[in-house]
């Protein structure tokens, strides 16, 4: 069983940074691969990042490659989503997600967070 909390959203301007946390409860937070989703209104939740238990892995969606970069620190039990150049169709609630086997990229995670606002004016 893991807990997930986000934290680090808010208002921004375009072409400004954001820095999200996820921090995970339990002692076993290297297993879990953790990833990124947004949800905009009126849209599907759809995925942003993810990273293997190691780190040794990343993953990103087209639109944030080059952007965003997603990185973890276990002994923290905290993965962190920096989010650079952001753009108004950036803006959508970030939800933070774990899970222990399966394709990272999909939405079948095991583990949510509770989500957190991220809104990038023009």
């Known amino acids: 069983q893991v807990q997930l909390v986000e934290s680090g959203g808010g208002l921004v301007q375009a072409g400004g940074s954001l820095r999200l946390s996820c921090a995970a409860s339990?002692?076993?937070?290297?297993?879990?691969?953790m990833g990124w989703f947004r949800q905009a209104p009126g849209k599907e939740r759809e995925f942003v990042a993810a990273?293997?238990?190691?780190?040794?892995?990343?993953y990103y969606a087209d639109s944030v490659k080059g952007r965003f970069t997603i990185s973890r620190d276990s002994p923290k039990n905290t993965v962190y989503l920096q989010m650079n150049s952001l753009k108004p169709e950036d803006t959508a609630v970030y939800y933070c997600a774990a899970r222990t086997a399966g394709n990272p990229l999909t939405y079948d995670y095991g583990y949510w967070g509770q989500g957190t606002q991220v809104t990038v004016s023009s």
């Open positions: 990273i293997r238990g190691s780190g040794e892995r990343t």
């Open positions: 339990g002692r076993t937070f290297s297993y879990y691969c």
